[in-house]
């Protein structure tokens, strides 16, 4: 181990002094060689000209790719104060639904009532049979209330026994139900058979072939330009236009011609 050590210790000592000839010789030899300092001066100068140039491409590269950084995000904050902005104003227009709902809510139990006071005073009107001829009698405020408060169901359905009445096509009431989506059995019978107790048609018996034999004449004037209307209006609230497309298929099945 000790002799180790010994050969560890020349080992140093003599690359030492043969570093130390090195730079002596290369002092002593090239110190005045102007050429060699020039070649060196002329290397740096390049090398440096070449770091340069890398720094100014990864200083251009680096801000293109920050700016494009800085534009999305940007963008992103446009579009999310954009949204906020739609938002509110949704939340704005659902509040003020909202407080109008108790009003819309009180109007349709005020039309219930009246709905209800209008049958009830043209209860003694109602027949156990169907009328022989329509009532061309009906007072004027009668056949306001009558459209007013009458559902579009029941329009539609009192729509088609007009068009029944006018060109002479019999239906059944189920053959009519499955023409329309709009229309329920139970309930276009129901109202067909108030409107037909009140007199504002006649029909031939209770049978389930209905064939109508007169119709009010100011009713039958009115009624289609009535259930247009409630079209017009609910195509300008959903713009599938349903109401249309029902009314297409009652005047489709009934003959009636555009």
């Known amino acids: 181990m000790k002799e180790n050590g010994i050969n560890r210790l020349h080992f140093f000592y003599i ?67 954009s949204n906020s902005k739609n938002l509110e104003e949704i939340t704005k227009q659902l509040d003020l639904k909202f407080e109008k709902l108790p009003q819309l809510i009180k109007a349709i139990e005020e039309k219930v009532d009246m709905t209800n006071a209008f049958l009830a005073n043209q209860y003694e009107r109602n027949n156990t049979a169907p009328n022989a001829q329509p009532d061309e009698n009906l007072p004027q405020t009668f056949i306001d209330n009558f459209f007013t408060y009458s559902s579009t169901m029941g329009l539609y359905a009192l729509y088609a026994v007009y068009l029944n009445y006018k ?11 499955e023409v329309s989506d709009l229309l329920v059995l139970e309930y276009t019978r129901g109202f067909l058979t108030s409107a037909s107790s009140f007199g504002v048609f006649s029909r031939v018996d209770y049978s389930e072939t ?3 034999t007169g119709f009010n004449n100011e009713i039958g004037q009115r009624i289609k330009a009535i259930v247009y209307e409630r079209a017009k209006v609910d195509k300008e609230e959903d713009s599938k236009g349903f109401l249309y497309s029902q009314i297409d298929r009652i005047e489709k099945y009934l003959g009636e011609e555009k």
């Open 15 to 81: 690359v030492g002094i043969l570093i130390a000839i090195i730079i002596c010789l290369l002092t002593f030899d090239f110190g005045n060689n102007q050429n060699l300092l020039a070649y060196l001066s002329f290397a740096l100068t390049v090398t440096s000209l070449f770091l340069s140039l890398l720094a100014i491409i990864y200083a251009y590269y680096s801000n293109s790719s920050f700016s494009d950084t800085i534009s999305t995000l940007n963008k992103s904050s446009n579009d999310i104060a």
């Open 167 to 177: 060109n002479k096509k019999t239906f059944t009431l189920k053959a009519l139900n």
């Open 210 to 212: 209905w064939t109508i």
